[in-house]
């Protein structure tokens, strides 16, 4: 699939703000691709589709977690998790978009998880550095993005992982699982869980 025809999929479903911010998370996450040698095409694709789901109703995105493999879990925690995995269904079935690392990047992009592709990495930092985000902390992140990408996904997780905690929210385990081992890589292990 190419950027424009993904482009016209999901402008309609988004508002004119997120239509925005997603044309701001793909130029970042191909920016990022360039500097860490990754596909731009799949950083294009993913990112465009990232939000795809964002605004189904909460009664079928919770009908296709219930009916599908995706973790029934996830019906316990915030709503605002469902679009990315739920995106990451759809986009096959509805459009065959099957790249396995095209979907993970679009599933986790909120949450994050242990052992992300750098695909993922990616995609999970561009959507938190975007040029159109302004919160406290922000400048540090995206200095870092351009010269260690594993480094700023971890800010990424450790900053959410406070926001939530601050502000009293229930954490899905992904992101404890994702901080946890990104903590692990900035302390010398690999990518192989050594």
């Known amino acids: 699939m190419?950027?424009?025809?993904?482009i016209a999929i999901v402008k309609p479903?988004?508002?004119r703000q997120r239509f925005?911010?997603?044309?701001?998370v793909t130029e970042t996450a191909v920016k990022l691709a360039e500097i860490y040698n990754?596909?731009?095409e799949k950083a294009e694709i993913a990112s465009i589709f990232h939000d795809y789901?964002?605004?189904r109703s909460l009664d079928e995105m919770k009908r296709i977690i219930q009916t599908t493999y995706l973790?029934?879990?996830?019906l316990l925690y915030h709503h605002e998790l469902w679009h990315g995995p739920v995106a990451s269904l759809m986009i096959e079935q509805e459009y065959g978009i099957g790249d396995d690392e095209i979907k993970a990047a679009i599933y986790y992009h909120t949450t994050g998880r242990a052992n992300m592709s750098d695909l993922e990495l990616i995609v999970f930092v561009a959507d938190y550095i975007e040029p159109g985000r302004s919160f406290p902390g922000?400048?540090?992140?995206?200095?870092?993005?351009?010269?260690?990408?594993?480094?700023?996904?971890w800010m990424v997780s450790r900053n959410t992982i406070n926001y939530l905690m601050e502000n009293k929210n229930r954490i899905y385990p992904d992101?404890?699982?994702?901080?946890?081992?990104?903590?692990?890589?900035?302390?010398g292990g690999n990518k192989f869980g050594q």
């Open 13 to 15: 479903l988004l508002t």
């Open 138 to 153: 922000l400048d540090e992140v995206r200095d870092m993005a351009e010269k260690d990408i594993v480094k700023t996904a």
């Open 38 to 40: 990754v596909s731009t």
């Open 2 to 6: 190419y950027k424009n025809e993904a």
């Open 53 to 55: 789901c964002k605004y």
């Open 175 to 187: 992101t404890f699982h994702a901080y946890n081992d990104l903590t692990r890589l900035l302390n």
């Open 71 to 74: 973790p029934k879990d996830l």
């Open 20 to 24: 925005e911010h997603t044309l701001r």
